[in-house]
C-alpha cells in the first residue's frame, strides 16, 4: 500500500454511549473530504467477521448527530476472540479492500483493534488501526474524557431529581445505583451534581458507620427528611446491599432504584457532540498521516493520540479535586 489510503472501516462496538452517531458522521465527513471512501462495519467486530458491511457517504450521515445510540449498531463479539473469527474478519478488510479501521469503543474495542491489525500484519497486509474512546463509563486511562459519559450523567440527575421529589414526600431513603461497571466516575459525577447525602464508588473501600451512616445522621440533625445515597454498580453488594445496611441501622424507610440501561440512551449533550466530532476528525488525520495502532485522547482542552499498546495499559482514578469535593460536602472527613 502507498502512503495515500483509499477507502477505511468504521465500526461502534461493545456498550453503546450517546456521542457515537456524532462521532461515525466526523469520522465519514473528514474522509469524505480527504477523497478517502468510508465503509461502515454493521454490530462491530462481529460485521467484520460476517461481512456486514454499508456503504457511507456524507449524506448517509446527515441528521445523525443529535440521536443516541449507532446507526451502525453494536455487539461484543465473542468470535473475534479466536484466531479463526479474526482471520474471517481479514478476510472481509481484503475483500473490501480496507486501507484502515476507525473502532469507536472502549477497553475492548482497542483490544481488538490491535489484535486484527497483528494479525493483519501476520498476513503481510498493511491495517491501520485507530480506536476512538466512548464508553459512558469514562474509564479510559489514557483520555480524560470519553464519549458518552456527560450525556450518561445528566440522564442519572434527571431521573434522581424526580425521585428526590417522591422521596422528599414520603420522607424516605433513596438508593440510587448507576452504571460504571468497575469505575465510580459516573457515581462521584452524579453524586456532586445532586447534592447527594452520601456517594460509594468502588475504588474506594466502603466504611459504613462513616461514609453512609454519620452522613445521614449529621443530615437529619440539620433538619433533612430525606435522604439521597449514590452507589455505583461495581460497589460490594450493590444498591440493595447498601439499603440493608441503612435500613438496619438507621430504621430509615429506603427504596432503591437501579438506573441500568437508561442512562445510555438519550440525546447526547453538547459536551458529548463536540468531543465525538473532534475525535472523529482527529482519527482520519491519525490514518491519512500513515499512522496506526492510536487512540484518540482528550488530555484537558487538547486532543491528541496515544499508543494503543501504552492506552492499554494506562489507568485512571477518580478526579481527586471532584472526590474531595464530594467529601467535604457530605461531610465526610
Ligand atoms: O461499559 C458500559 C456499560 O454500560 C457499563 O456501565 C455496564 O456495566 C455494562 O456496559 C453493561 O453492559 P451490557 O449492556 O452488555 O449489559
Not at 454519620?214 to 455505583?232: D, K, N
Request: hydrophobic share 35%; charged share 20%; net charge negative.
Amino acid at each position: 500500500m502507498g502512503d495515500r489510503i483509499k477507502r477505511i472501516g468504521v465500526l461502534t462496538s461493545g456498550g453503546d454511549a450517546p456521542g457515537m452517531n456524532a462521532a461515525v458522521r466526523a469520522v465519514v465527513r473528514t474522509a469524505v473530504g480527504q477523497g478517502i471512501e468510508c465503509i461502515g462495519i454493521r454490530r462491530g467486530w462481529s460485521g467484520l467477521i460476517s461481512s456486514d458491511f454499508v456503504q457511507l457517504d456524507g449524506n448517509s450521515v446527515s441528521r445523525i448527530i443529535n440521536k443516541g445510540g449507532t446507526m451502525l449498531y453494536t455487539a461484543r463479539s465473542e468470535e473475534f476472540m479466536d484466531h479463526t473469527g479474526r482471520e474471517k474478519a481479514i478476510g472481509t478488510c481484503k475483500l473490501l479492500g480496507l486501507d484502515g479501521i476507525v473502532a469507536i469503543g472502549g477497553d475492548g474495542t482497542f483490544r481488538g483493534a490491535l489484535a486484527i491489525s497483528r494479525q493483519a500484519a501476520k498476513d503481510g497486509m498493511d491495517l491501520r488501526v485507530v480506536g476512538i474512546p466512548a464508553t459512558i463509563d469514562n474509564d479510559i486511562g489514557c483520555s480524560h474524557y470519553t464519549i458518552g459519559f456527560d450525556s450518561a450523567c445528566n440522564t442519572a440527575i434527571e431521573c434522581i431529581d424526580k425521585l428526590r421529589d417522591t422521596m422528599q414526600s414520603h420522607e424516605r431513603c433513596s438508593v440510587v445505583e448507576v452504571m460504571g461497571r468497575h469505575a465510580g466516575h459516573v457515581a462521584l459525577n452524579v453524586g456532586v451534581a445532586c447534592g447527594a447525602t452520601a456517594v460509594l464508588v468502588p475504588e474506594q473501600e466502603v466504611d459504613y458507620e462513616k461514609d453512609v451512616v454519620e452522613p445521614i445522621r449529621r443530615s437529619r440533625l440539620s433538619g433533612q427528611t430525606h435522604f439521597m445515597v449514590i452507589v455505583a454498580e461495581g460497589v460490594e453488594g450493590g444498591a440493595y446491599g447498601v439499603a440493608k445496611r441503612i435500613t438496619d441501622e438507621t430504621a430509615l424507610d429506603t427504596r432503591v432504584t437501579i438506573l441500568g440501561h437508561v442512562q445510555r440512551g438519550g440525546t447526547p449533550t453538547s459536551r458529548d457532540r463536540i468531543a465525538a466530532t473532534y475525535m472523529g476528525y482527529e482519527a482520519v488525520h491519525l490514518l491519512s498521516e500513515g499512522q496506526s495502532c492510536r487512540v484518540v485522547a482528550k488530555q484537558g482542552n487538547e486532543y491528541t493520540s496515544f499508543d494503543i499498546h501504552e492506552a492499554l495499559a494506562m489507568t485512571k482514578g477518580l478526579d481527586p479535586q471532584t472526590y474531595t469535593v464530594m467529601r467535604t460536602l457530605t461531610g465526610v472527613q
